[in-house]
């Protein structure tokens, strides 16, 4: 049995990119560890960019699919005493409907399904992937092989060294998240998020509240329960109605292929670490992969150099936006509670800061707006100085991987300067 493409994983990621390489009119498999009935239910709910499925060729959700739309995203101090309000719209899903919904449109292109099975290892001849090995024991060969088994796939371990991709995610780097659905709905269009607790953040939605936090010996949930009753947010949730998981949250990996193997979505590190969103990235993560690979089936070649164009389109349209986010985060978690209270108050870090990192535009401070804030700024010239540097790197950082090499050739040397450029940063 041989395919065009093998996808391990029917997440966000998994499903689009096998519904459009699938599209194209490519062979393809998609394995998935658990039962059918079992996809999407960790989390079961998810806040998403409303884009989301405009950008990557879906409908947008409707019906008992759509639970909210928010149009206000308010960051919060960790001591909830300052507040920026930013006008973002986003929407709440049902990512159990959601998954049932794209795989359904994934069977009819033809996708062939199998649910149950783990993909245990890889093939490799010459250096190259050419297939899988299911928990069965069983050998499937496929031209492209795509590891979108989220953060817990093991996959990139096994691939030849040679392919440049980072086999693990750091422990540092992996945030705990923990969500309980609200007994009743609140606040119907806004998110609230305090920023800097416990190692991480609080957030409250209509729908949910949830915590993540990088304090990998914390119980999320006593410490979620205390935060609430602390700050006397009103909130009746359900603890019954829970969910947990991990996030990678850091810059995406710098390389994605290898000869006959791809990486995407979490797996690949594909998050906002500004807020821990992976869906909305891993989706169009997904597209741009399956518009390279089926270029390159079309082509009939699966090489890494023939692949890279995958890399250079994410990059630039995505990895340059994330970067820029994270260089923000971790400034902003850099800062002790009173000087972000200082900071929100006196609008040294102004509601366009947070709305510019969430667009990933770049803030390029007028003189006028930089004698503003310095002014305000005087009591506390170490926020300030803070700031103008993370806006600097941020900015710098955004351009170099907006530079993302066109061939492998290159990659070494953009690494060691992005290696740099973060380095230097806090
Ligand atoms: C508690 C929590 C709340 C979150 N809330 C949000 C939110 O509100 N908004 C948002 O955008 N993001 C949120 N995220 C992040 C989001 O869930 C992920 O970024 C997103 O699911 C990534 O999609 P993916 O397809 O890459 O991976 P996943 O969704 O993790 O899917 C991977 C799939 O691969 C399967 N798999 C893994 N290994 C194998 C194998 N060897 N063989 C076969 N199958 C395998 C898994 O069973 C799984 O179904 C949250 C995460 C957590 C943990």
């Given at each position: 049995m041989s395919f065009d493409a093998i996808i391990i994983g029917s997440g966000p990621a998994g499903l689009t990119?096998?519904?459009?390489?699938?599209?194209?009119?490519?062979?393809?498999?998609?394995?998935?560890?658990?039962?059918?009935?079992?996809?999407?239910?960790?989390?079961?709910?998810?806040?998403l960019k409303t884009y989301t499925f405009t950008e990557t060729g879906f409908d947008r959700p409707h019906g008992n699919e759509l639970l909210a739309f928010i149009d206000t995203l308010n960051i919060y101090s960790s001591t909830g005493k300052t507040r920026k309000e930013v006008k973002f719209n986003y929407i709440i899903i049902d990512r159990i409907l959601m998954s049932k919904r794209l795989l359904g449109y994934a069977k009819e292109k033809g996708v062939v399904f199998k649910d149950n099975i783990s993909v245990d290892s890889l093939i490799i001849e010459d250096e190259k992937v050419v297939g899988i090995v299911t928990n069965s024991g069983e050998s499937i060969k496929a031209k492209i092989v795509i590891d979108a088994g989220g953060i817990t796939s093991h996959l990139k371990s096994l691939v030849p060294k040679s392919f440049n991709i980072e086999e693990k995610i750091e422990d540092k780097h992996i945030a705990n998240a923990y969500i309980e659905k609200l007994s009743e709905r609140r606040n119907p269009t806004q998110v609230n998020s305090f920023i800097g607790v416990k190692g991480g953040n609080v957030w409250v939605s209509p729908i949910e509240i949830g915590c993540g936090s990088f304090e990998h010996s914390l119980d999320l949930r006593d410490s979620l329960h205390e935060f609430i009753k602390d700050k006397s947010i009103k909130a009746s949730y359900d603890s019954s109605k829970s969910s947990k998981g991990s996030i990678a949250v850091r810059q995406n990996l710098a390389n994605f292929v290898g000869d006959g193997f791809a990486v995407v979505g979490d797996s690949a590190c594909m998050v906002s670490s500004l807020d821990g969103a992976g869906v909305t990235t891993s989706m169009i993560g997904a597209k741009l992969l399956a518009e390279t690979v089926n270029e390159c089936l079309k082509n009939n070649d699966l090489s890494q150099k023939a692949l890279w164009k995958y890399n250079v389109n994410y990059n630039i349209k995505l990895g340059a936006e994330l970067a820029y986010m994270d260089i923000l985060r971790k400034t902003l978690i850099s800062f002790a509670p009173d000087d972000i209270d200082f900071a929100f108050k006196n609008d040294i870090i102004t509601s366009k800061d947070i709305l510019d990192s969430l667009t990933g535009d770049i803030t390029n401070l007028k003189a006028v707006d930089k004698a503003r804030r310095a002014l305000k700024g005087i009591a506390r010239p170490h926020v300030l100085l803070k700031l103008e540097v993370c806006l600097i790197k941020a900015k710098e950082l955004k351009y170099h991987?907006?530079?993302y090499p066109s061939s492998p050739e290159k990659f070494n040397e953009w690494v060691n300067i992005l290696n740099h450029i973060n380095d230097s940063v806090v």
């Open positions: 990119s096998a519904y459009h390489i699938a599209k194209a009119g490519n062979k393809v498999l998609l394995l998935e560890k658990l039962k059918e009935d079992d996809i999407g239910k960790t989390p079961p709910t998810s806040i991987y907006m530079n």
